[in-house]
């Protein structure tokens, strides 16, 4: 394994009962990289993202981020570590303005505190301040300006997906899990989709985790596939080694992909 990896996943195993969900899976993930994980249901990929989320404990094998183990770090902490998530179902708080649930994304990163609140300590107002340019500067990266003062529950899905990308990205994470972004969304959708990804890469230095079962968008904006099937990772490399890979295409990409 590289010592220099933003991400390790080392010799990871999660067993539910009876059921292996997972068998011994590694691999790395360097810096402002974006990486996509596959395979059929049932693979593992949700297992495996709930592990690095800490959702989900380890029976063995172990999970460095920055070189630090995770294992022992509770749900909590890991949006203040820098790793950020999004969700396969939207997570999103109907009711509010857009302006506010991007804001939710950026409280872990603050002092604020019970006490400080109730006091309305002047320095709760500029860290509040501060939090919504952010937040604003956030939409406006997304094109999304203008739906700031919108209820969130009367937007199009494919903007409420863009606005959940926005509100992981408050936090500021050095990692950014993805848990099929391209669910629901359609052609045009997908083009943004893949272009938002690079930008967030690019212009934030960001790293990329992303489950997904939309092999275009996967080899289109992935460096790196990992494949797994039954909870064992069959390969890793390039889209173009995956795509040729024979144990791949028998388990999942089909004999018909190009």
């Known amino acids: 394994m590289a010592t220099d990896a933003l991400l390790s996943v080392q010799d990871?195993?999660?067993?539910?009962?009876?059921?292996?969900?997972l068998d011994g899976v590694s691999?790395?993930?360097?810096?402002?990289?974006?990486?996509?994980?596959?395979?059929?249901?049932?693979?593992?990929?949700t297992t495996l993202f709930n592990c690095i989320s800490r959702l989900y404990d380890v029976n063995w094998g172990d999970i460095l981020f920055e070189g630090h183990s995770i294992l022992k770090s509770p749900v909590y902490k890991m949006s203040s570590i820098g790793i950020g998530r999004t969700f396969q179902n939207l997570a999103l708080f109907a009711n509010l303005s857009v302006l506010d649930n991007i804001m939710i994304g950026g409280h872990c990163t603050g002092k604020t505190d019970y006490l400080s609140n109730a006091l309305h300590l002047p320095w709760i107002k500029?860290?509040?301040?501060?939090?919504?340019?952010?937040?604003?500067?956030?939409?406006?990266?997304?094109?999304?300006?203008?739906?700031a003062m919108q209820r969130i529950g009367g937007l199009p899905f494919g903007?409420?997906?863009?606005?959940?990308?926005?509100?992981?990205?408050?936090?500021?994470?050095k990692l950014l899990l993805m848990d099929e972004?391209?669910?629901?969304?359609?052609?045009?959708?997908?083009?943004?989709?893949?272009?938002?990804?690079?930008?967030i890469r690019d212009e934030f230095g960001t790293t990329v985790l992303l489950v997904e079962h939309h092999m275009g968008l996967v080899m289109e904006v992935s460096e790196?596939?990992?494949?797994?099937?039954?909870?064992?990772?069959?390969?890793?490399?390039?889209?173009?080694?995956?795509?040729?890979?024979?144990?791949?295409?028998?388990?999942?990409?089909?004999?018909?992909?190009?």
């Open 224 to 258: 790196k596939v990992v494949a797994l099937s039954f909870g064992r990772k069959l390969a890793e490399g390039s889209p173009k080694v995956i795509q040729e890979h024979p144990d791949v295409i028998e388990a999942y990409l089909g004999t018909g992909k190009k």
């Open 181 to 199: 972004p391209a669910g629901g969304l359609n052609h045009n959708e997908l083009s943004e989709l893949v272009e938002t990804i690079r930008k």
């Open 126 to 147: 500029r860290e509040e301040k501060e939090l919504r340019s952010r937040a604003m500067d956030l939409l406006r990266f997304m094109g999304l300006q203008e739906t």
């Open 159 to 173: 903007v409420q997906k863009r606005l959940e990308i926005a509100r992981a990205l408050l936090s500021r994470p």
């Open 27 to 45: 691999f790395d993930i360097p810096s402002s990289q974006i990486v996509g994980l596959i395979g059929p249901n049932g693979a593992g990929k």
């Open 12 to 21: 990871v195993s999660v067993h539910f009962g009876g059921i292996v969900a």
